[in-house]
């Protein structure tokens, strides 16, 4: 431990920074790239058709099949087809956890579609790390909490935050690695401080349940209760008692006048005097987050029995809060703001991650084998986890389109995929010269990205964006390789142009 | 006083700013949703939000204060605070 309070800061800011930077900078790449994550999901599914068509006569079509199909089930729950996402999708079972059926908006009728993790892959691996799921969310939690101590440290140790603020040096080696971490640091200061703090508020009942058990005796269900999130009491009697189901077209367009636009419904109890139809906002429609939110309307009269609830300001502050980190409002030119602040977040940590063997490298090289080995594991891993990642997040893209269709358990085959390239990465860093492992993980990433307009999708404008954007990231990467190997060879070559005149 | 080896103050630093943070923010929440004169539902989220700073308060009080045993200090205040905010679970605890 360091004597002043700036230094042990600062050495609670490196070390930190680099034994979690690792998984920091996963976290947050996979979460810059979950900002598309239905666009994703889109491309990773060709069967599924770019259609317009109207929500109204979807739900119909979804309703006719699964009238067909899926008569005697408990519950039909139906996905519309949205700006984002054009797919009509169908399931039966509670909450969207049964079989699932993709069908044709336009037709009706079930089409095949491959299986994928989609881009839903990154959005889970974002919170959950592709653990279990509250053993990933408590470790994702923890990570969290170290970024923003991380931050906090950050600003106390950098004295000259408005001077530095206006300043880069590039081609300096090691100086510019720290302007840039500073610079991109401080530039978006208030994104990186907002959507790590958000991101903990979504999950921080579970994280700290102090209030629940204090006043309601760690009692989850009666805090829900007092929060007023009880769902409509299902009459029983009437679930036998066969009825014939209302138009919902009408249910639909009242439901959009008062909501804006509709993400899906679930009718409980269909064909029933007991059905009920649950009509649900599209997430972003607001700022605030909207998850489990929906209109209740009797399935055989259409009569209106619940509506949304107005939050109070405090319940409210907390799903503005999750509302931000989502980032679901504002359409595409919020999403796209998002998307570039995620990647500067990135860009900061893993300027960090390489400054921390930069300013090490020619200490350490005089240095005693033990700590060598040490140092180089550090480089090993910030090869592995940066640009290995980069390779395993388009290595899933090309996973999912490359494999073949009809493969059994294609899903979890994606996932051995992302995780397969990701070690190989590791090891290829183990066995390469640091600089080399860099150059050839960040061109092959590159490459990949580029050649992603070659796997198909380009037949519509969101598939074509994916591509146009993966090759735009490519061309980035590429000339990031390009920078690696110049900055190799250009000191020997002076070196050798010195001699050169030396001789003549 | 003997000075103990850094690999161990470190490990206690860290352990104390992973546990005595927590005790403290829990203890904070818990008791300032005993305090906040708000009705119970939102008291526990107003109470819960300011945690994560209370969390990393402690991290940063580990690892900058000079005596290793004085790191632990969040976990000293955390006692009277949860005592606060479960007042009346201990009193029914000792009746």
């Known amino acids: 431990m360091k004597n002043t309070f700036t230094q042990s800061m600062a050495w609670l800011h490196t070390w930190a920074g680099l034994i979690f930077g690792w998984l920091l900078f996963a976290i947050f790449v996979t979460g810059t790239l979950a900002v598309f994550d239905k666009e994703l999901d889109h491309w990773m599914q060709p069967e599924i058709p770019a259609t317009e068509v109207p929500q109204a006569d979807a739900a119909r079509r979804a309703i006719a099949y699964l009238q067909a199909h899926e008569p005697q089930a408990g519950n039909w729950g139906i996905s519309l087809p949205s700006e984002r996402s054009p797919g009509l999708r169908v399931s039966t079972g509670e909450r969207r956890h049964g079989p699932t059926v993709q069908l044709d908006p336009r037709t009706g009728e079930a089409i095949e579609v491959r299986d994928s993790v989609g881009g839903n892959f990154f959005f889970r691996f974002h919170f959950t790390l592709d653990l279990p799921r509250n053993w990933g969310i408590f470790v994702v939690g923890a990570l969290a909490l170290v970024m923003l101590a991380a931050l906090v440290t950050g600003i106390v140790i950098h004295k000259k935050i408005f001077k530095e603020f206006f300043t880069f040096r590039p081609n300096k080696g090691q100086r510019s690695w720290l302007d840039f971490h500073n610079a991109s640091a401080v530039l978006l200061l ?6 790590t703090y958000t991101g903990l508020v979504i ?3 579970i994280y700290i349940p102090a209030g629940v058990d204090a006043l309601f005796a760690g009692d989850n269900r009666a805090y829900f209760q007092a929060q007023g999130n009880t769902r409509l009491e299902q009459p029983r009697g009437l679930a036998r008692q066969p009825a014939a189901l209302v138009d919902v077209a009408p249910l639909l367009a009242q439901a959009e006048a008062r909501l804006g636009p509709i993400g ?6 269909p064909n029933t005097a007991a059905a009920r139809i649950e009509i649900r906002p599209g997430l972003g429609n607001r700022i605030a987050l909207g998850k489990g939110q929906a209109m209740v309307f009797d399935g055989v009269s259409g009569q209106l029995l619940g509506d949304v609830a107005e939050w109070r300001a405090a319940p409210l502050t907390q799903r503005v809060m999750a509302g931000l980190h989502f980032a679901q409002f504002g359409g595409y030119p919020m999403r796209w703001l998002y998307f570039v602040c995620g990647l500067v977040s990135c860009l900061m940590i893993a300027s960090g991650l390489v400054l921390f063997c930069v300013k090490r490298g020619r200490k350490y090289a005089s240095a005693e084998a033990s700590v060598r080995r040490w ?8 090869v592995g986890f940066v640009s290995g990642l980069l390779l395993a997040c388009v290595g899933l893209l090309w996973a999912s389109r490359v494999l073949p269709v009809e493969l059994a358990q294609r899903e979890s085959w994606e996932v051995r995929a992302f995780f397969g390239v990701w070690l190989l990465a590791l090891l290829h860093a183990g066995i390469r010269p640091v600089r080399r492992a860099w150059v050839e993980q960040l061109l092959l990433t590159a490459f990949l990205c580029i050649g992603l307009g070659a796997l198909g999708g380009l037949g519509d404008a969101m598939r074509l964006g994916v591509v146009a954007c993966a090759l735009v990231l490519g061309v980035l990467l590429g000339l990031l390789a390009w920078r690696v190997w110049q900055a190799q060879w250009v000191p020997q070559k002076a070196r050798a142009g010195r001699r050169m005149e030396a001789g003549a | 006083m003997i000075k103990a080896p850094a690999w161990l103050q470190i490990l206690s630093r860290s ?7 927590y005790a403290l923010s829990y203890a904070a929440s818990a008791c300032l949703a005993r305090i906040l004169p708000l009705a119970a539902a939102d008291a526990v989220i107003v109470a819960t939000l300011p945690a994560f700073i209370f969390y990393t308060a402690a991290i940063l009080w580990a690892f900058a204060c000079s005596d290793a045993l004085r790191a632990w200090a969040p976990l000293a205040v955390a006692v009277p605070l949860a005592l606060i905010g479960f007042w009346p679970q201990a009193l029914e605890w000792l009746a």
């Open chain 1, 190 to 195: 208030p994104f990186h401080l907002m959507i």
């Open chain 1, 203 to 205: 999950f921080m009942l």
């Open chain 1, 264 to 269: 899906g419904l679930n009718i409980r109890n």
């Open chain 1, 375 to 382: 140092y180089r594991v550090a480089e090993v891993c910030n």
């Open chain 2, 15 to 21: 352990c104390a700013a992973l546990l005595g943070g």
